[in-house]
């Protein structure tokens, strides 16, 4: 059964960049049916789509971050990573990671979340 | 982008009682609708996705449908379990979006 598992700090200064890393078990990465994803909550509101990548290259960022996000994938390793610069308060979220479904565009299995606080 | 909009925001009801959510698309996207349910501290489950499919394993207490932008999401007959919140997200193309949430809270 696939298992994700998101791991980076809780905490993150203002203006600093985050990374976090979800780890892949049970499963390959490598898939060619399927992207993976990163989507995060703010504390008490809805769901917001990050970005999305396949293993070998196309990458997929929500319009409003996509300045400042970086999305990669490390075979090796059955890992993929975010990194999200330039960090606010309103960057303060737990952040799920999570496989898409390459046909029908649904999320699942999903990470059990991060919770990140952007604070100095 | 495409823009997902749920109704109500949040429902009360009873066990037994049968529970209707609506979501509507800002533009056409035929089937390519998905329903999650997310209780306190936890990730999304999928529910339902292409509209009215059911994840294996889901109870056959919950439904999808659609009629032109609006998706139903009803499940037949509360269980303690199904209180929750649920979203839709429309899975037509990136940019992913989902619905505001709907809190199902007991009654």
């Known amino acids: 059964q696939l298992h994700l598992q998101e791991s980076g700090p809780g905490l993150v200064r203002p203006s600093e960049t985050l990374a976090l890393t979800c780890t892949v078990s049970g499963g390959s990465i490598s898939s060619t049916t399927h992207y993976w994803g990163w989507i995060r909550q703010p504390p008490g509101k809805g769901l917001e789509w990050i970005a999305s990548k396949y293993y070998s290259g196309s990458t997929y960022t929500s319009p409003s971050l996509m300045s400042r996000v970086t999305m990669s994938v490390d075979t090796s390793k059955n890992q993929f990573s975010l990194r999200l610069r330039s960090l606010t308060a309103a960057d303060t979220a737990v952040y799920y990671c999570a496989r898409v479904d390459q046909k029908e565009m649904f999320l699942d299995p999903w990470g059990q979340g991060v919770l990140v606080t952007v604070s100095s | 982008d495409i823009q997902m909009t749920q109704s109500p925001s949040s429902v009360s009801a009873s066990v037994g009682d049968r529970v209707t959510i609506t979501c509507r698309a800002s533009?056409?996207?035929?089937?390519?609708l998905a329903w999650y349910q997310q209780k306190p501290g936890k990730a999304p489950k999928l529910l339902i996705y292409a509209a009215s499919t059911l994840q294996s394993g889901v109870p056959s207490r919950f439904s999808g449908s659609e009629s032109g932008t609006d998706f139903t999401l009803t499940i037949s007959s509360l269980q303690p379990e199904d209180f929750a919140t649920y979203y839709c997200q429309q899975t037509k193309n990136f940019p992913l979006t989902f619905g505001g949430g709907t809190i199902l809270e007991m009654k």
């Open positions: 533009q056409g996207i035929s089937s390519w």
